[in-house]
Nanobody
Framework: QVQLVESGGGLVQPGGSLRLSCAAS????????IGWFRQAPGKEREGVSC????????YYADSVKGRFTISRDNAKNTVYLQMNSLKPEDTAVYYC??????????????????WGQGTQVTVSS
């Protein structure tokens, strides 16, 4: 019933930009916090950004702060991650996630129960 589908990944050169989308179905995402996470080969899954439903607060990992922006379009039931000034170290599979009753987001993956399938982002020249 609850589904999250990521899209927008691809191959870009360093310094380029991508916008990832997380489309929700089975629930109205404006009542839920949404998190973006990423995982590179041989690396632990790490939190990238999240947005809360209660007050719209946003949070970013230090590694992406100032370069990435998370936003919500309630009319489209979609959350976006705008990624600018991309670096090779941003290469990873990116996932969006939520959980029942989650209102305030955090960059801790264990808090999230529902995950999308992931979308690959590759930053390389």
């Amino acid at each position: 019933q609850v589904q999250l589908v990521e899209s927008g990944g691809g191959l870009v050169q360093p310094g380029g930009s991508l916008r990832l989308s997380c489309a929700a179905s089975g629930f109205t995402l404006d009542y839920y916090a949404i998190g973006w996470f990423r995982q590179a080969p041989g690396k632990e899954r790490e939190g990238v950004s999240c947005i809360s439903s209660s007050d719209g607060s946003t949070y970013y990992a230090d590694s992406v702060k100032g370069r990435f922006t998370i936003s919500r379009d309630n009319a489209k039931n979609t959350v976006y991650l705008q990624m600018n000034s991309l670096k090779p170290e941003d290469t990873a599979v990116y996932y969006c996630a939520t959980a029942p009753g989650l209102r305030v987001g955090a960059l801790h993956s264990h808090l999230y129960d529902y995950w999308g399938q992931g979308t690959q982002v590759t930053v390389s020249s």
